[in-house]
């Protein structure tokens, strides 16, 4: 089946450390990529996204993901996380062919960043 | 911009009840909307999709007689749990989407539902 797999439940960060969140997807055919960040209270936000071309896509807030076909991975990247960034994570993926461009969703990470 | 409106953003009710969760986008038009179903510690999913004007096309397991979706416009769509019972008890996540299928879904903040 197809499937979006977060590897991580739970991370727990200093400030300034640096930050990356895996993202698998189970699919061989075209896919579009996003991640969304969910603050504490608020609704789900587009930090980034992928479409086609250069497989490093860089976001809001200093984030950035890339795209490794081969790996079939799409993994965000924070070089220096502030406290700020505490929040939940999604990874989704719209697989290609699918009816409406439906997103499938990840389990999501949360993202603690200690003062 | 893109700004998706949901309401109520609670709703503590007997079973039984029939409850409507609106969904609408302020400030764009959304031709495909989205219903999501959250359970704690778990990730969205989808229950179905609509398109203006259109029937919902349901996910796998997601009964339609049971969650009725109306898009009657392109900035409202509502959902509808009908005749609610306490395994109903969820969080319910509405998108929206304008144009092509792979623009970003844009979200709404959430229906706690609690049946009781």
Known sequence: AQSVSQHN??????????????????????????????????????LLKYFSGDPLVKGIKGFEAEFIKSKFSFNLRKPSVQWSDTAEYFCAVIMGGTSYGKLTFGQGTILTVHP | GAVVSQHPSR???KSGTSVKIECRSLDFQATTMFWYRQFPKQSLMLMATSNEGSK??????????????????LTLSTLTVTSAHPEDSSFYICSA????????????????????
Request: negative net charge; charged residues 15%; glycine residues 10%.
């Open chain 2, 97 to 116: 989407r304008a144009g092509a299928s792979n623009q970003p879904q844009h979200f709404g903040d959430g229906t706690r539902l609690s049946i009781l």
């Open chain 2, 11 to 13: 709703v503590i009710c």
């Open chain 2, 56 to 73: 919902a096309t349901y996910e796998q397991g997601v009964e339609k007689d049971k969650f009725l979706i109306n898009h009657a416009s």
């Open chain 1, 9 to 46: 439940h739970h991370v727990i960060l200093s400030e300034a450390a640096s930050l990356e969140l895996g993202c698998n997807y189970s699919y061989g055919g075209t896919v579009n990529l996003f991640w969304y960040v969910q603050y504490p209270g608020q609704h789900l936000q587009l």
